[in-house]
């Protein structure tokens, strides 16, 4: 598993709750800095469950093929979604808006099926 250093693009202004998909239509926009880094894992890794973020995310698939899984616990066996990530293919971010600057994410997971590329996409307060 490789993690590239996080690059700062600049900001984007964008309503968290629409973000988010909690609502169609933009509210109140606040200002973000972008940040990204590219990952690599060779096929056939786990690249852990967790559900800690100070920031809204989301992943675009690169290179290979992965999934981004959801869970119940953090625990492998209570997987409840699969979103398959061909390349090119950019997830709905998993993340609720749980208060000012605060997100809640269930336990989830990038599982790369074969030698994957993929780009974490941050939003930073």
Same mark, same amino acid.
């Given at each position: 598993?490789?993690?590239?250093?996080?690059?700062?693009? #600049?900001?984007?202004?964008?309503?968290?709750?629409?973000?988010?998909?909690?609502?169609?239509?933009?509210?109140?926009?606040?200002?973000?800095?972008?940040?990204?880094?590219?990952?690599?894992?060779? #096929?056939?890794?786990? *690249?852990?469950?967790?559900?800690?973020?100070?920031?809204?995310?989301?992943?675009?698939?690169?290179? #290979?093929?992965?999934?981004?899984?959801?869970?119940?616990?953090?625990?492998?066996?209570?997987?409840?979604?699969?979103?398959?990530?061909?390349? #090119?293919?950019?997830?709905?971010?998993? *993340?609720?808006?749980?208060?000012?600057?605060?997100?809640?994410?269930?336990?989830?997971?990038?599982?790369?099926?074969?030698?994957?590329?993929?780009?974490?996409?941050?939003?930073?307060?």
């Amino acid at each position: 598993l490789f993690i590239s250093p996080q690059d700062e693009m #600049g900001t984007v202004s964008t309503d968290p709750l629409v973000f988010t998909n909690e609502r169609a239509a933009p509210g109140t926009p606040q200002t973000f800095t972008l940040k990204l880094n590219l990952w690599w894992s060779p #096929g056939d890794t786990d *690249c852990f469950i967790h559900n800690e973020h100070r920031f809204l995310e989301t992943h675009t698939q690169i290179h #290979g093929s992965g999934r981004m899984q959801k869970f119940r616990l953090r625990d492998e066996t209570t997987i409840y979604e699969d979103v398959v990530m061909p390349v #090119g293919y950019s997830h709905d971010p998993f *993340c609720r808006v749980s208060g000012k600057n605060e997100w809640a994410y269930p336990w989830h997971r990038y599982y790369a099926d074969t030698d994957s590329v993929w780009l974490a996409i941050e939003l930073h307060p």
